[in-house]
């Protein structure tokens, strides 16, 4: 294999000198064949449009893209070609609310090299001293959006799921096979962050990550509550102040014009009908599938921040006139 090292350039000096050793987490958001209701990409755009941020590495993706199967996109204004979108992996430095750094890895998923670019990222991860790494991923599930969404953990160490000694639990779309032990094993399609993971557990290095549940039925259709139930985890699992309430708003307001549209296609009325009785009936059942690793709610300080959003909104349109007596 070629050395790993040559898929990788560093932007400038300047820019890792202002990088601390030690004590980083590494976030990635990798999205490729399957991502959900757009979920990895629009957490990937609202990191980047909310939080400082410096380049750090750039990774070389005519070695790693085949655009005859992704092409990129071009803009013609007529008479010439104005721009062509090639797509880019980065590595960049981030700092949340609280001027905390942490990196971000970003792009679309490699075609080819998985091997060579997870040991670069292996690499890079020694070189930095990330100590955890936390993924993203949207998968496409039986399950209405008027209810709370669940996201698959996972992790190469269950310890890191508050579950030492246990063994992970299945994936998305699968049916575990019994083992000898009692434990489960299954087989499925692997993305690039599968094998990230399993490559960093053998080098030694903490890595996990969430699936968040997108309905089947949004599945092309960009939906913001997936980003928002990503990100919530993410910043908890990397110990991150990440700036959600904007991304909340936005989620509401996708919420309303949803149920707008749905409510003028009966089909997809009794479509979501019948998987929030399913999803009720086995949210009641005292063994809920071991699929639904966690659920994503609002959090105190996000409920508060919302109400007091609402009630400056209603204090802006200014006190309405007594009714006439």
Excluded: K
Excluded at 30 to 35: A, I, Q, R, T
Excluded at 214 to 233: K, M, N, S, V, W
């Amino acid at each position: 294999m070629r050395d790993p090292r040559d898929l990788y350039r560093f932007e400038s000096t300047e820019v890792l000198e202002a990088v601390p050793r030690g004590g980083l987490t590494l976030v990635h958001s990798l999205p490729g064949m399957v991502d959900a209701g757009n979920a990895c990409r629009i957490a990937s755009a609202y990191l980047r449009d909310e939080l400082r941020h410096l380049r750090l590495v750039s990774f070389e993706t005519d070695e790693l893209l085949d655009y005859r199967g992704a092409r990129p996109h071009a803009t013609f204004d007529g008479t010439s070609f104005v721009e062509v979108d090639v797509p880019e992996l980065t590595l960049s430095l981030m700092y949340d609310e609280a001027d905390r750094p942490f990196l971000f890895l970003d792009g679309p998923e490699p075609d080819l090299q998985w091997r060579r670019l997870a040991e670069a990222l292996i690499d890079l991860v020694e070189y930095f001293g990330v100590e955890r790494v936390v993924g993203m991923q949207a998968v496409p599930m039986a399950v209405p959006h008027t209810r709370a969404i669940g996201l698959f953990a996972h992790a190469n160490d269950p310890a890191l799921l508050g579950r030492p000694g246990a063994r992970p639990s299945p994936a998305p779309g699968t049916a575990p096979t019994s083992q000898d032990d009692g434990s489960t094993e299954i087989v499925i399609p692997a993305a690039f962050s599968t094998l990230l993971e399993h490559r960093l557990g053998r080098a030694g290095h903490p890595a996990m990550g969430y699936a968040a549940q997108i309905p089947h039925y949004l599945t092309r259709t960009d939906f913001p509550a997936g980003a928002l139930a990503l990100l919530r985890r993410v910043s908890e699992a990397a110990e991150l102040d990440l700036p959600l309430v904007h991304l909340g708003d936005l989620t509401d307001a996708a919420t309303v014009a949803l149920q707008g549209t749905l409510a003028q296609n009966a089909e997809v009325t009794q479509i979501v009908t019948a998987l929030e009785e399913q999803y009720d009936a086995m949210s009641e059942g005292e063994d809920r599938s071991p699929l639904a690793t966690t659920m994503d709610l609002p959090t105190a300080d996000e409920i508060g921040e919302h109400f007091e959003r609402f009630l400056a909104d209603r204090d802006a349109d200014g006190p309405e006139d007594p009714p006439e007596r």
